[in-house]
């Protein structure tokens, strides 16, 4: 190759280069200038496939991301947002639980808009119903389990508190096996704990993912702080879980292989009992909506959620930008 040609070929490589960075809406990184994000999840799930297929197929680091990957149980990965320990998370509502109380928390994308669980209890136990002057398991306060609890109880009569106890366990496995133990008579799960269950000798009760209760069950929370500081950081993020997602809803092998690294699982039916909770449940355009909101204030023990407007806890602009774009589209024309 001559010189000359050389030249051309450099100058045509550098040229292609840059057209595609200006494509993807991200400037060019040099090795120490990437940006870092520490990145928070909140539950052994379903719900939490599109950060596990970010970490396992590289797709933080394809968007120019360098992360750090925890799990926190629900409450506790919520606070470390808060205390700035972590950047950004998938969480259920609990975000709008501390808005209420003075946070900076903000959504920037949904993920889950409806409850994904089924009531699992004691054989004896044939229908909600049976419930009263029984107790039902929960997760923490304020978790989606607890919710989700109180809301299935009312649609069928009952008063949570007072015709049904709530006891918090403070995790899934435990509450597992207070259920088991008969510490309590039923316990809201979702997969792969229902299969777990179901090894155990309990019983399905109700299927609460067939009632299409909106719901903010799991959405991407940060602070108003990064979004300010950091916007670039979150565009990065949010490219990476939307590929996630597209991956997810297109390409099962994949994601069974990056679930069962992390729940530790290479049991085909754990992990199709899995996708078969979360798979229709994932959106392409993950756009918060004002009624999963509205859902967690109609719920919320803080009397502050009576008179708050659902758009303040949440931030579509990311979402929208990245759309508009055209970037989504091509994710689903390969």
């Excluded at 390409?251 to 039916?269: I, S, V």
Aim: some cysteine.
């Amino acid at each position: 190759m001559t010189p000359l040609r050389f030249s051309t070929f450099r100058h045509r490589l550098i040229l292609a280069l840059l057209l595609t960075l200006a494509l993807s809406g991200l400037r060019p990184l040099h090795g120490a200038e990437a940006p870092s994000m520490r990145i928070v999840y909140n539950a052994l799930g379903g719900s939490m496939a599109p950060l596990w297929l970010g970490q396992e197929l590289g797709l933080f680091a394809k968007h120019g991301l360098q992360h750090s990957l925890n799990y926190l149980a629900a409450t506790t990965s919520v606070q470390a947002i808060v205390a700035g320990s972590e950047d950004i998370g998938m969480v259920g509502n609990q975000c709008v639980d501390v808005a209420l109380e003075g946070a900076d928390t903000i959504y920037v994308a949904a993920n889950i808009n409806r409850f994904v669980f089924h009531l699992f209890g004691d054989p004896a136990i044939k229908t909600v119903q049976d419930l009263k002057g029984k107790t039902i398991a929960a997760t923490q306060a304020a978790a989606s389990t607890d919710y989700a609890s109180r809301i299935v109880l009312r649609r069928y009569g009952l008063v949570p508190d007072k015709d049904v106890k709530i006891l918090f366990t403070g995790s899934m496995p435990a509450l597992v096996t207070t259920v088991k133990s008969g510490n309590a008579a039923a316990g809201l799960m979702s997969a792969p704990t229902t299969t777990q269950a179901l090894e155990l000798g309990l019983k399905p009760i109700l299927n609460v993912t067939e009632l299409n209760i909106p719901f903010l069950f799991v959405g991407v929370c940060t602070t108003r702080k990064m979004i300010q500081q950091k916007p670039d950081h979150i565009n990065r993020f949010l490219r990476a879980y939307i590929e996630a997602l597209a991956i997810i809803r297109t390409d099962k092998e994949t994601t069974y292989k990056a679930m069962g690294k992390f729940l530790k699982t290479d049991n085909r039916q754990v992990l199709e009992s899995i996708y078969d909770d979360y798979g229709s449940a994932y959106q392409r355009v993950p756009l918060v909506t004002r009624q999963e909101v509205q859902a967690v204030l109609d719920v919320v023990k803080s009397p502050k959620g009576v008179q708050a407007r659902p758009e303040v806890f949440y931030d579509n602009s990311f979402v929208q930008k990245i759309e508009a774009s055209g970037f989504i589209n091509t994710l689903y024309a390969r």
